[in-house]
């Protein structure tokens, strides 16, 4: 929706006819479950950074050379002994991995951190309106029809 | 009785139509998915193009080919990356124009279908009447 104050929206709603407000309203759920989708990927996209990020951080702290498990599974450790943590390497998407030093990578959790955050709260935004829309022609679709009903009642 | 033949020629051109309508209809969706395939793709490869100016020279870089990683040159990574955001970007316009070509096909037949209706009705009417 264009228009920027409510009111003004609402007035062009109440002229719609009701399959013109009940195809708007649909467009407009659809769009919103959309978002919710879109939303619920970047938050789980952010746990993943998130724990990336904490590992790394746990893995800086150990001393080379210091003993530990390495999951091969779920369920299945195989020991081992800590190399080198002063090297990582990043998947950075089709394919591509980059060798980075340790700062450089937390550096990349975080950078990453704080795109995801900037879009989701972009997509909210864009969420919220998109609601609004949806509530509001449903509530105007409603009234049009308890009107209808009354008049072809009485 | 040639009102009944014209009656069933119309049918079965309306019927054709709405065929073609709904075959139109299929590759607009069809579009529509690959177009949101090659957004996907274009944001992941341009999140990678900028990581990857963001290295320095000397920097190691490897591809994942199949199981295994293959170190790669990163001046031929970022050709590779470029070329392949090139080549979706070529294809994202082409979807574009091909979901505009058949919408409006599909607009036209939509219209097509409606006179066609208009007269199926009118003819109809009149054979009541008679």
């Known amino acids: 929706m264009a228009s920027s104050s409510s009111s003004s929206a609402r007035g062009e709603l109440e002229k ?3 399959d013109q407000l009940k195809a708007l309203k649909e467009q407009a759920d659809l769009e919103v ?19 990336a990020a904490g590992a790394l951080n746990d893995l800086s702290l150990r001393p080379q050379g210091k003993k530990m498990l390495v999951p091969l599974t779920a369920s299945l450790y195989v020991p081992g002994t800590l190399d080198e943590a002063g090297k990582v390497l990043v998947d950075i998407g089709t394919g591509y991995f980059i060798e980075k030093t340790m700062e450089d990578g937390k550096d990349y959790c975080q950078r990453k951190i704080n795109l995801l955050k900037s879009n989701y709260e972009q997509l ?15 509530m105007v679709l409603q009234s049009k029809v308890r009107q209808l009903q009354a008049a072809t009642t009485s | 009785m040639s009102s009944s033949m014209a009656l069933r020629d119309l049918q079965r051109d309306l019927e054709s139509k709405a065929n ?9 969706a069809k579009d529509h998915q690959l177009r949101k395939k090659y ?10 193009l900028k990581e990857l100016d963001l290295l320095e020279e000397e920097a190691n870089v490897y591809k994942l080919i ?26 994202l316009k082409r979807v574009d124009a091909s979901i505009q070509d058949n919408e409006g096909q599909q607009n036209s037949k939509r219209e097509a279908m409606m006179k066609l209706q208009q007269r199926l009705q009118s003819i109809q009417a009149g054979k009541a009447k008679a």
């Open chain 2, 39 to 48: 957004t996907i793709q274009l944001g992941e490869n341009e999140l990678v």
């Open chain 1, 16 to 18: 719609m006819g009701i």
């Open chain 2, 66 to 91: 199949g199981p295994v990683l293959v170190k790669q040159d990163l001046a031929e990574a970022n050709a590779n990356v470029r070329k392949r955001i090139e080549y979706i970007s070529a294809e």
């Open chain 1, 124 to 138: 909210f935004e864009v969420l919220a309106k998109k609601k609004s829309v949806a509530d509001e022609a449903g």
């Open chain 2, 20 to 28: 073609d309508l709904a075959k139109i209809q299929k590759d607009i």
């Open chain 1, 33 to 51: 479950n959309l978002l919710q989708d879109s939303l619920n990927n970047i938050r789980t996209a952010n746990a993943r950074l998130e724990s």
